[in-house]
T-cell receptor, first 114, second 107 residues
């Protein structure tokens, strides 16, 4: 297992276009998290899955954002009608069930909306 | 959601100096985690603190969890350029992060 992988690493898109990012977690991890991170800030929580169930979604997340984890394995994060303010690093993390276990992060997808 | 405040936001020091960064909340945490993030990479776990008053050491890094489990600190002794990065604290259960302390250690 090579850890959490995210694809693509970089994405440049025009304002108004839709984008989709993929996250492949560590295979035995049933919890998966998405975060958004802007320069100089900590990761901002977006949403969280346990297996295929989306258990929590940030109230800060607009309706343009949607995430899925259809078979409890990989996950996708889609942003519709992108805006310049969506430009950020999007991070995915996975970890096993439990409150004190380590979360492993991918290298992120850097989105630039022009 | 339990909010975490980290201070200072930025810290720039010379190699060999000692430093302490802080993570504070008005809420009680059952456990906290510290992560370090380098540019272009995701955060990597340094430590999990669980018990109030707990002190954990990781080489030159010393982590302390407050007695009331509302705050934590990270002390680095004799900082090295390799310690440069963004230091983040997070609730170990809810996986919410503070804004981080960006540390630069100059040779």
């Amino acid at each position: 297992d090579t850890g959490v992988s995210q694809d693509p690493r970089h994405k440049i898109t025009k304002r108004g276009q839709n984008v989709t990012f993929r996250c492949d977690p560590i295979s035995e991890h049933n919890r998966l998290y998405w975060y958004r991170q802007t320069l100089g800030q900590g990761p901002e929580f977006l949403t969280y899955f346990q297996n295929e169930a989306q258990l929590e979604k940030s109230r800060l997340l607009s309706d343009r954002f949607s995430a899925e984890r259809p078979k409890g394995s990989f996950s996708t994060l889609e942003i519709q009608r992108t805006e310049q303010g969506d430009s950020a690093m999007y991070l995915c993390a996975s970890r096993p069930t439990g409150g004190r276990v380590e979360a492993f992060f991918g290298q992120g997808t850097r989105l630039t909306v022009v | 959601t339990q909010l975490l405040e980290q201070s200072p936001q930025f810290l720039s020091i010379q190699e060999g100096e000692n430093l302490t960064v802080y993570c504070n909340s008005s809420s009680v945490f059952s456990s906290l985690q510290w992560y370090r993030q380098e540019p272009g990479e995701g955060p990597v776990l340094l430590v999990t603190v669980v018990t109030g008053g707990e002190v954990k050491k990781l080489k030159r890094l010393t982590f302390q969890f407050g007695d009331a489990r509302k705050d934590s600190s990270l002390h680095i002794t004799a900082a090295q350029p390799g310690d440069t990065g963004l230091y983040l604290c997070a609730g170990a259960w809810d996986m919410r992060f503070g804004a981080g302390t960006r540390l630069t250690v100059k040779p």
